[in-house]
């Protein structure tokens, strides 16, 4: 299976995870201060900034597109709970 590098930049950790990760998973392990609530995409609270690898995520859904947009995200965020890792990817708490 493809793997992909995870860095948390808040902890200065970087994780090699299988392709297809969702970064929530990763970061509840690795205890990165990326928080979340409802794990659906639903509720916002798991607002990441990605400063690297931006390509390298999953395309968002149309509910994540959704959220995003009303928390007025920039183009260097996504939601923790939904994107996946493909490539190589460096990311924080919003
Ligand atoms: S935890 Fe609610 S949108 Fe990600």
Do not use: W
């Not at 931006?54 to 859904?61: A, E, F, G, V």
Request: hydrophobic content about 35%; overall charge negative.
């Amino acid at each position: 299976m493809a793997k992909a590098r995870l860095t948390f930049a808040d902890i200065n950790t970087t994780i090699t995870v299988p392709a297809g990760s969702r970064v929530i998973e990763i970061s509840d392990k690795v205890n990165s201060g990326i928080i979340y609530g409802c794990r659906e995409g639903d509720c916002g609270t798991c607002l990441m900034k990605v400063t690297e690898g931006m390509d390298n995520l999953s395309t968002p859904s149309v509910l994540e597109s959704k959220i995003l947009k009303e928390h007025y995200a920039g183009q260097d965020f996504r939601l923790a709970c939904q994107a996946q890792v493909l490539g190589d990817v460096t990311v924080r708490p919003a």
